[in-house]
């Protein structure tokens, strides 16, 4: 295999810096680091490009703190200058990494990603009855830096690009192992990592169909016997090369006509349809928006963005009835569709629609009385209670082209 070399020239170039810079600062306006260093763009630019050029550049102490969705994250957030450095790497040796990886590999990569991943598997499902599903166990923090610097050096020859590399990589994790889940470098090395995975699996004569999105992988056989002999083949591969064990409650054989977990939904040859620990998170942080909405913390723009999104994210499976469900709930629907003299509430003027309903208590005793005064408008017109739900909705910050399509489904 042929080594690059003369990259590191590129990297430190001020054009590439300022387009790591635009990258970086990409949806991340009004934060007062990222502002600062915006203020002083062109001297912090020339500072980076100098500390590169003589080798004195040296990543900063990162932001720790923990996630849990569903399953307890410690997130990595390095200062802004180190991810200005993070992108003007990753925008010189992206298409070396590029040329090495498998095609079915999705995993941080443009033109793919997790729509590319859930579409080629609901593909491969249709086309074999079982599936063997794998998880690597805690893969981001099990990655060998040896290793991974290994597989680095037959891609590179560039030293001084190397030794970059090797400071950013070491920076992270503890005891020659893990990188930090944060980092688009982090991103991309994981991916290169399991490389060698993908090679081997291909070789499989049991697997008849593949695809990987980061450490989440499907391999596609004729039989359970088959595709359990796989993953024997595959478990003595991860722990003899690359130091790394599967996940055994999340490896398992599953009938594609039932259907397969996979990032995040269960797609099957029929259909892709939402998990229930997905509905759940979803809920949590469509509750989570409305809140911060209420008390002012987002305005009404960046709050119809961040709903369209996660409803954009639903739309991938087959899930018009959930979607449809809880817009009823939040607009405040009467009786289910199809019934005569359909009555659609809409908001209040005092109140939020949900409190509308004559059942809603707020678990106040029965004798609870207040002197709020209001009113709520309601129709029995199928469309005017569609456009009164609609404008109620709009008024309170939601989008209401998102909110229409979902109705007219």
Known sequence: MKRTGHIFEQLVTFPNLLLAFTKARRGKSGRPAIEGFARRLEPELLRLEAELL???YRSGDYTEFTVHDPKERLISVAP?????VHHALINVIQPRLERGMDPDS?????GKGTDGALNRAQQLCRRRPFCLKMDVRKFFGSVRHDLLLTQLHRLFKDRR???LMERIIRHGGSKGRGLPIGNLTSQWFANLFLTPLDRFV???PQCKGYTRYMDDSLCLGNSRAVLRAAHDAIGGFLEHHLGLSLKPSATQVHSTRTGVPFLGFRVSSRGMAVRRATWRRFRLHYGKLRWLHRRGRIGEAEFASRVASLF????RADSHGLRRRLLSVEMGDGPQPGASHRVNRGGS??????NCRSAKRNRNEPGNRNNNLGFRPASASSSGSSRASMDSRADRGGDPSVLQADLAE
Do not use: K
């Not at 802004?80 to 200005?84: E, G, I, K, M, N």
């Not at 003027?349 to 949900?354: C, E, G, K, L, Q």
């Open 349 to 354: 003027w005092n109140n939020d629609a949900r």
């Open 312 to 315: 954009a994210h639903l739309r």
């Open 202 to 204: 291909r070789s499989l």
């Open 54 to 56: 003589s080798g004195s």
């Open 161 to 163: 690009l190397l030794a």
């Open 80 to 84: 802004f200058r180190d991810r200005v």
């Open 106 to 110: 999705y995993g941080c990569r443009v």
